[in-house]
């Protein structure tokens, strides 16, 4: 795995999720290999041509001779036509959105898990804070006693 979107998964709950295709550069394949991507700020636009990945943050490869390189240009996610008219649907039906979570390769192929997603509310991230604190209590009590 290449990189992943914490903050997604703590401000989301996820509903759904979807393996899609990205369009990059060589020398952006190579830059994610290398751990270069960040999801600060990401997010995913349906448009009537297709889906895209907006603000993706991939750094320049540093044996890339190009001038015009842009880490946070719009790149293009591979999903098929069916898929894409089945999201809308699911998003405009239920109000929910559609975030990506993870970048990995499966093979030599790079891949983008999106998910359709609903927002948590603050009480949820609270619940999550308080049970991931007792649970790491319990792990340091349980680690002492030994």
């Known amino acids: 795995m290449f990189a992943e979107n914490k903050k997604a998964k703590f401000d989301y709950e996820v509903i759904e999720s979807y ?9 952006e394949v190579k830059s994610v290999r290398n751990g270069g991507a960040n999801f600060a700020g990401a997010r995913v636009l ?9 603000g993706l943050n991939i750094q320049k490869y ?8 842009n880490p946070s240009r719009t790149r293009k996610l591979l999903l098929h036509k069916k898929e ?10 239920a109000g929910l959105t559609l ?7 499966k093979g030599s192929l790079v891949k983008v898990q999106v998910a359709l997603v609903r927002g948590k509310k603050k009480f949820e991230k609270r619940e999550l ?10 792990a340091r009590r ?3 006693n030994r």
């Open 19 to 27: 393996e899609a295709g990205i369009q990059l550069t060589g020398a």
């Open 46 to 54: 349906l448009e009537a041509e297709g889906a895209s990945l907006i």
């Open 62 to 69: 540093k044996h890339d001779s190009r001038e015009d390189f």
């Open 84 to 93: 894409i008219v089945a999201i809308q649907t699911k998003m405009r039906s």
């Open 99 to 105: 975030v990506p979570l993870k970048l990995y390769n």
């Open 129 to 138: 804070i308080k049970k991931r604190d007792s649970n790491l209590e319990l």
């Open 142 to 144: 349980l680690k002492t």
